[in-house]
């Protein structure tokens, strides 16, 4: 299983915007939408190659209402998210997964209903719940806020330090994406 997690830009409703439109609504009327952050839409996929499918079918919307796009294959990382350029390559077999962990991008996660110190998981299980955007219930979703990018040397990442967050989201990225140019 592979989950795809859009991020909407701030000026516009991504949920709205894809449902309004009936190339979009059927793209995704298979999936079971959820909002696991504020102004984004997931779906869980079969696999990363229907996963990257996914996002090439529905890059049109990307290009005009989503600020990111990233995937999560548990085969590569079990909590960390793939850019679609990344997800891409892996797809093609043109990079290997353990060359894609060097250059990341961390979002921020604010969880303003719950304080500083939840991070939206249930426990020492290892079983998520609101970052996975199951079990949300009806309070509002956490937020993503500025990425930053940063550069993994050894095992541990740098500190989110652009503002404080109750927890961060990693999401790998390609060194091109790393320096700078924007891609979805």
Wanted: proline share 4%; hydrophobic share 35%.
């Amino acid at each position: 299983m592979a989950q795809v997690c859009l991020v909407g830009d701030p000026e516009v409703n991504l949920r709205y915007e894809l449902l309004s439109r009936e190339t979009a609504r059927d793209a995704l009327a298979t999936y079971d939408l959820r909002e696991p952050y504020e102004n984004t839409v997931a779906v869980e996929t079969v696999s990363l190659g229907s996963a990257v499918a996914l996002l090439n079918d529905l890059n049109w919307y990307l290009v005009r209402f989503a600020r990111d796009a990233f995937v999560r294959e548990e085969s590569v990382s079990e909590t960390e998210w793939l850019s679609r350029a990344v997800a891409t390559g892996l797809r093609d077999d043109a990079v290997d997964p353990e060359e894609t962990d060097r250059f990341l991008k961390l979002y921020g996660v604010v969880d303003e209903e719950n304080g500083a110190d939840d991070d939206g998981s249930e426990g020492e299980d290892g079983e998520e719940s609101e970052v996975d955007g199951e079990g949300a219930g009806e309070d509002a979703p956490p937020e993503l806020v500025e990425p930053m990018y940063v550069t993994r040397t050894g095992r541990s990442l740098p500190e989110y330090d652009l503002r404080p967050v109750t927890d961060t989201l990693t999401v790998r990225v390609t060194e091109e994406e790393f320096g700078g140019e924007r891609q979805r």
